[in-house]
């Protein structure tokens, strides 16, 4: 099946530090790449949706400037958390869709990573 | 405002039984849905979709039932087994003039007891 990695798993940082979180699909390419945040208890939250080579467009309420979302090749999506502050720490999982032209292609999601901002 | 709920945080089935979880939308355009399975620190992993123009969908011990009507979907699981227990989210989607934005419930965690 196909398989998407995030790395790191977990990070713990300062707060007003950047940190960067890598999603990246290993036997497919992945047109479009997700990212979602969890808060315990909570629904996974679609933060953006990010496509190769073009600007990644982010959901009602995310700041664009905050959470900078890079989709360099059909691989490799990041999301650098800049400045970060205590109340960004969460669990951030990104997902990847096959490179289908259906909206209904199943997308693959990564183990996530732990954010805690100290 | 939620468009996809799950109102019960939490399920308790004994093994060899049937688990039922339940998922309600709010939304009428939705036309495809999800299962995801989700063990603590991972990310969710794809179970069985169904879209619209069904009712019902199987995969082996999976079945997923849609009533549009009732905007309305349920994930059976029959017979259960305790390597079943771990979070159920259920998502929707719209399957056309969308990237696939997957917009998920709150989950509910189902325990499989031995």
Known sequence: GAVVSQHPSWVICKSGTSVKIECRSLDFQATTMFWYRQFPKQSLMLMATSNEGSKATYEQGVEKDKFLINHASLTLS?????????????????????????????QYFGPGTRLTVL | DQQVKQNSPSLSVQEGRISILNCDYTNSMFDY??????????????????SSIKDKNEDGRFTVFLNKSAKHLSLHIVPSQPGDSAVYFCAASFSWGSQGNLIFGKGTKLSVKP
């Open chain 1, 78 to 106: 990041t999301l650098t958390v800049t400045s970060a502050h205590p109340e960004d720490s969460s669990f951030y999982i990104c997902s990847a869709k096959t490179s289908g032209r259906m909206s209904t292609d199943t």
């Open chain 2, 33 to 50: 849905f999800l299962w995801y399975k989700k063990y603590p620190a991972e990310g969710p992993t794809f179970l069985i979709s169904i």
